[in-house]
């Protein structure tokens, strides 16, 4: 993919979770809840019809019992006629008018129904219809009911031995009664006449009244031919003599014995489930029904609760759901503009080591042959110091514009990325060679040395580049960044401006190099370091004025390594922040032994100011030796101002406040700037060996010498000429007006023994 700069960032992405999944197994969960929620209300809609089936059920069996003992009385009193009239031998028709149809008969009738309130009247009827006695008038009224179902039915051959009638009205009251009426027959089953009572239909609705059977429940005597008798609520009144209705009855009342569901217009307008229960030895039956409206509301009372702790479950599912989902896309969407801003630089939009990494990983991951590119690691030289002379804000503006001109020698396709701080890379591809490569290198280092307009000030950068080639150099990306690193160190190693390609020789100076890091680190533990003290004298007089601490490191196998050997590793290890404690505690412990007028001069190294220690470090080490601080010189050189900037200018205006003098080591080969002389309190210039080396020889040097030390003359301060192995080198420098002098042809570092020995010599 496409980045700043032309360069193209790897497809990987990290793993960003999915809110469909959640979407669909939201989904599926509530489908789930509505599936069982609708299972359940319907099981238990099933389990509540036939709950309160049966319970309608048990009631119509107690009511048919109760019922029942009802119609008992009346067939009580009529079984005890029937006896009665089998006793008196009563076997033709003739003789039923004459013995029963007398008053006495009459009282008789009164008397037995007179306990029993439920029952209006009894009469007695002749085989040919014809009424013989009644309990409600005396003599007995003119009436013929051949032409009544309840004759037809019982006098019919082989007919039934009792008949209830349908409800019919009072003659002589507006009360409706349901008749029941009982065959007799002469000794030799021939059909003699029958006996009648009326029953209240009032009666059995006020009893059917006192059951409580909730809003829309009712109890109701038919018959079984499906006639209406009684029913509550609501009285049934008179028989219904519309025959389609009548049938239609008839099959409801027939399949409530069945299924137990009434249709609307069996018992009222309303659909009903229905419990019927035959009275014994009688042509009726209870029915005891409910609506299926009142029984379904009663059902849905009892799930809603269910139905609506569903509901908020699933909307709360849902809202979860939703709220997790939208989480998840700006989750995806920040992922995405993160993944996208862990991959570009800020500050120059180039992409950054993570971007370039992918990308070089991804071009090697492609199929088929390992591709062909070049790998440039490009430093910036010097940088900190336009960083500390201008201000962080040139800095990074002078990133940039590099940065500009490195996206302008891209080709399409290449990639280039700031890999951290001052350190950018470029993949090039379809590079050749070493030639081509070197090349295009020359070019970047030939973009970067024109000059840049930063501010009000014109800089000219300039950097160092290694080179690696793919698949030459190595096949993986750990391989070819390492490869290009190395040839970046041998560039820098080089000198300033300079492009060097991998070389095999490269990685065996390399490994060299982490081998004597290993050994500088085992030596620091094991304490193998020893100080060597190098003396310092007078010009004028030539006497002892102090001594250099230098440190030494004896190897079993390398015999002494050299300062310049190791002070470097331990510079860039880290390892020279300890030492150099160590040094300068050393340094002072062994100087507090010699006479007072001596002093020891210490390197400080610019690492040694990172963590602003410093000052305490020095402290220190005067209290635990006793040395005063006026016996103290400590050695900086110029890059330390350079690189460290005013963490270094405060720790000297301490020191320098305390007694210390502050020396400026190697001066004239830096970037010797005069206000550093007049800013801060040095107390000694040192002239590097470099030009004391050929002082005797070239006017130049010697005219830098005059130059340095008029200076130090000039501005008050003490001058050291270091180096001096001739004794044309000490007269000339002499005679220029250093102060003091050092130097092998003067005296070669020595131990702390011998030092302390020289300094007592010196002093007798």
Same mark, same amino acid.
């Given at each position: 993919?496409?980045?700043?700069?032309?360069?193209?960032?790897?497809?990987?992405?990290?793993?960003?979770?999915?809110?469909?999944?959640?979407?669909?197994?939201?989904?599926?969960?509530?489908?789930?809840?509505?599936?069982?929620?609708?299972?359940?209300?319907?099981?238990?809609?099933?389990?509540?019809?036939?709950?309160?089936?049966?319970?309608?059920?048990?009631?119509?069996?107690?009511?048919?019992?109760?019922?029942?003992?009802?119609?008992?009385?009346?067939?009580?009193?009529?079984?005890?006629?029937?006896?009665?009239?089998?006793?008196?031998?009563?076997?033709?028709?003739?003789?039923?008018?004459?013995?029963?149809?007398?008053?006495?008969?009459?009282?008789?009738?009164?008397?037995?129904?007179?306990?029993?309130?439920?029952?209006?009247?009894?009469?007695?009827? @002749?085989?040919?219809?014809?009424?013989?006695?009644?309990?409600?008038?005396?003599?007995?009224?003119?009436?013929?009911?051949?032409?009544?179902?309840?004759?037809?039915?019982?006098?019919?051959?082989?007919?039934?031995?009792?008949?209830?009638?349908?409800?019919?009205?009072?003659?002589?009251?507006?009360?409706?009664?349901?008749?029941?009426?009982?065959?007799?027959?002469?000794?030799?089953?021939?059909?003699?006449?029958?006996?009648?009572?009326?029953?209240?239909?009032?009666?059995?609705?006020?009893?059917?009244?006192?059951?409580?059977?909730?809003?829309?429940?009712?109890?109701?005597?038919?018959?079984?031919?499906?006639?209406?008798?009684?029913?509550?609520?609501?009285?049934?009144?008179?028989?219904?003599?519309?025959?389609?209705?009548?049938?239609?009855?008839?099959?409801?009342?027939?399949?409530?014995?069945?299924?137990?569901?009434?249709?609307?217009?069996?018992?009222?307008?309303?659909?009903?489930?229905?419990?019927?229960?035959?009275?014994?030895?009688?042509?009726?039956?209870?029915?005891?029904?409910?609506?299926?409206?009142?029984?379904?509301?009663?059902?849905?009372?009892?799930?809603?609760?269910?139905?609506?702790?569903?509901?908020?479950?699933?909307?709360?599912?849902?809202?979860?759901?939703?709220?997790?989902?939208?989480?998840?896309?700006?989750?995806?969407?920040?992922?995405?503009?993160?993944?996208?801003?862990?991959?570009?630089?800020?500050?120059?939009?180039?992409?950054?080591?993570?971007?370039?990494?992918?990308?070089?990983?991804?071009?090697?991951?492609?199929?088929?042959?390992?591709?062909?590119?070049?790998?440039?690691?490009?430093?910036?030289?010097?940088?900190?110091?336009?960083?500390?002379?201008?201000?962080?804000?040139?800095?990074?503006?002078?990133?940039?514009?590099?940065?500009?001109?490195?996206?302008?020698?891209?080709?399409?396709?290449?990639?280039?990325?700031?890999?951290?701080?001052?350190?950018?890379?470029?993949?090039?591809?379809?590079?050749?060679?070493?030639?081509?490569?070197?090349?295009?290198?020359?070019?970047?280092?030939?973009?970067?040395?024109?000059?840049?307009?930063?501010?009000?000030?014109?800089?000219?950068?300039?950097?160092?580049?290694?080179?690696?080639?793919?698949?030459?150099?190595?096949?993986?990306?750990?391989?070819?960044?390492?490869?290009?690193?190395?040839?970046?160190?041998?560039?820098?190693?080089?000198?300033?401006?300079?492009?060097?390609?991998?070389?095999?020789?490269?990685?065996?100076?390399?490994?060299?190099?982490?081998?004597?890091?290993? @050994?500088?680190?085992?030596?620091?533990?094991?304490?193998?370091?020893?100080?060597?003290?190098?003396?310092?004298?007078?010009?004028?007089?030539?006497?002892?004025?102090?001594?250099?601490?230098?440190?030494?490191?004896?190897? &079993?196998?390398?015999?002494?390594?050299?300062?310049?050997?190791?002070?470097?590793?331990?510079?860039?290890?880290?390892?020279?922040?300890?030492?150099?404690?160590?040094?300068?505690?050393?340094?002072?412990?062994?100087?507090?032994?010699?006479?007072?007028?001596?002093?020891?001069?210490?390197?400080?190294?610019?690492?040694?100011?990172?963590?602003?220690?410093?000052?305490?470090?020095?402290?220190?080490?005067?209290?635990?030796?006793?040395?005063?601080?006026?016996?103290?010189?400590?050695?900086?050189?110029?890059?330390?101002?350079?690189?460290?900037?005013?963490?270094?200018?405060?720790?000297?205006?301490?020191?320098?406040?305390?007694?210390?003098?502050?020396?400026?080591?190697?001066?004239?080969?830096?970037?010797? &700037?005069?206000?550093?002389?007049?800013?801060?309190?040095?107390?000694?210039?040192?002239?590097?060996?470099?030009?004391?080396?050929?002082?005797?020889?070239?006017?130049? &040097?010697?005219?830098?010498?005059?130059?340095?030390?008029?200076?130090?003359?000039?501005?008050?301060?003490?001058?050291?000429?270091?180096?001096?192995?001739?004794?044309?080198?000490?007269?000339?420098?002499?005679?220029?007006?250093?102060?003091?002098?050092?130097?092998?042809?003067?005296?070669?570092?020595?131990?702390?023994?011998?030092?302390?020995?020289?300094?007592? &010599?010196?002093?007798?």
């Amino acid at each position: 993919m496409d980045a700043p700069g032309g360069e193209q960032r790897t497809p990987g992405r990290p793993g960003r979770r999915n809110p469909v999944p959640l979407v669909i197994l939201a989904a599926l969960l509530i489908l789930s809840i509505v599936v069982a929620t609708g299972l359940f209300v319907r099981s238990a809609r099933r389990d509540g019809i036939n709950d309160r089936r049966r319970e309608l059920a048990n009631l119509a069996l107690t009511l048919a019992e109760q019922t029942a003992r009802v119609f008992q009385g009346l067939e009580f009193i009529q079984d005890d006629l029937i006896g009665h009239m089998r006793e008196q031998g009563i076997e033709s028709p003739g003789q039923l008018r004459a013995m029963m149809g007398t008053q006495a008969v009459h009282i008789l009738l009164r008397a037995r129904i007179s306990a029993l309130v439920q029952v209006g009247w009894f009469s007695i009827v @002749d085989d040919t219809g014809q009424l013989v006695n009644s309990s409600r008038a005396w003599p007995a009224p003119d009436v013929n009911i051949s032409d009544r179902p309840v004759f037809r039915e019982l006098s019919a051959p082989h007919g039934p031995r009792h008949f209830v009638g349908e409800p019919a009205a009072s003659p002589r009251t507006t009360s409706i009664s349901i008749t029941l009426a009982t065959r007799f027959t002469t000794s030799d089953g021939r059909f003699l006449g029958l006996v009648q009572g009326a029953l209240e239909q009032s009666y059995l609705e006020r009893f059917y009244e006192a059951i409580r059977l909730g809003r829309d429940g009712m109890i109701a005597l038919v018959r079984t031919d499906g006639t209406l008798l009684a029913r509550h609520p609501g009285s049934a009144g008179l028989a219904d003599r519309d025959p389609a209705l009548r049938a239609r009855t008839i099959g409801a009342v027939l399949a409530a014995a069945t299924d137990g569901v009434l249709p609307a217009g069996a018992l009222d307008e309303k659909g009903r489930i229905a419990a019927l229960q035959p009275l014994p030895n009688l042509p009726l039956a209870i029915v005891v029904s409910d609506s299926r409206s009142a029984i379904e509301t009663v059902l849905w009372q009892r799930a809603m609760p269910l139905i609506i702790a569903s509901g908020l479950l699933c909307c709360a599912i849902a809202l979860i759901t939703y709220g997790v989902a939208r989480l998840i896309r700006g989750e995806r969407a920040f992922a995405a503009a993160e993944h996208a801003l862990a991959r570009v630089d800020p500050l120059t939009g180039l992409a950054n080591r993570l971007a370039f990494t992918e990308s070089l990983e991804a071009l090697l991951a492609m199929p088929g042959a390992t591709p062909r590119f070049s790998l440039h690691c490009v430093d910036l030289d010097d940088f900190k110091a336009v960083n500390d002379t201008l201000g962080h804000e040139a800095g990074d503006l002078l990133l940039t514009r590099f940065a500009q001109r490195i996206i302008g020698r891209l080709a399409p396709g290449d990639t280039a990325a700031r890999l951290g701080g001052d350190e950018f890379g470029i993949l090039r591809l379809g590079s050749s060679g070493d030639r081509e490569a070197l090349a295009f290198a020359q070019g970047i280092i030939d973009a970067f040395q024109e000059p840049f307009d930063i501010g009000h000030h014109r800089v000219t950068g300039g950097c160092s580049i290694g080179v690696a080639l793919s698949p030459v150099d190595g096949t993986t990306a750990t391989q070819l960044l390492h490869n290009a690193d190395l040839a970046l160190y041998r560039a820098k190693s080089d000198g300033r401006c300079i492009a060097r390609a991998f070389a095999a020789e490269m990685e065996a100076s390399a490994s060299a190099r982490r081998t004597l890091e290993a @050994d500088l680190h085992a030596a620091w533990r094991e304490r193998h370091f020893v100080l060597a003290y190098q003396p310092i004298f007078e010009a004028a007089s030539g006497r002892l004025a102090g001594f250099e601490a230098l440190a030494r490191w004896p190897h &079993s196998e390398r015999g002494l390594v050299p300062p310049e050997t190791f002070i470097s590793v331990a510079e860039e290890t880290g390892l020279i922040v300890p030492l150099g404690a160590w040094v300068l505690r050393e340094a002072c412990r062994v100087a507090a032994e010699w006479p007072p007028n001596l002093f020891v001069s210490v390197n400080l190294s610019p690492l040694q100011f990172l963590g602003a220690q410093t000052h305490q470090q020095v402290r220190a080490a005067l209290e635990e030796s006793g040395l005063p601080a006026r016996r103290l010189e400590l050695e900086i050189t110029e890059s330390s101002l350079l690189k460290q900037g005013p963490t270094v200018r405060t720790t000297l205006e301490q020191l320098a406040d305390e007694g210390i003098t502050v020396a400026l080591d190697d001066f004239g080969t830096g970037y010797s &700037s005069l206000a550093y002389l007049r800013t801060l309190n040095i107390g000694r210039i040192k002239v590097d060996r470099s030009f004391v080396h050929d002082v005797a020889q070239s006017p130049h &040097s010697l005219a830098i010498v005059r130059a340095i030390v008029g200076l130090a003359r000039t501005l008050s301060l003490s001058c050291t000429a270091e180096g001096i192995e001739t004794e044309a080198q000490r007269r000339i420098l002499a005679d220029e007006g250093c102060t003091h002098l050092q130097g092998f042809f003067l005296g070669r570092p020595t131990t702390a023994e011998a030092a302390l020995a020289m300094a007592r &010599s010196a002093a007798a």
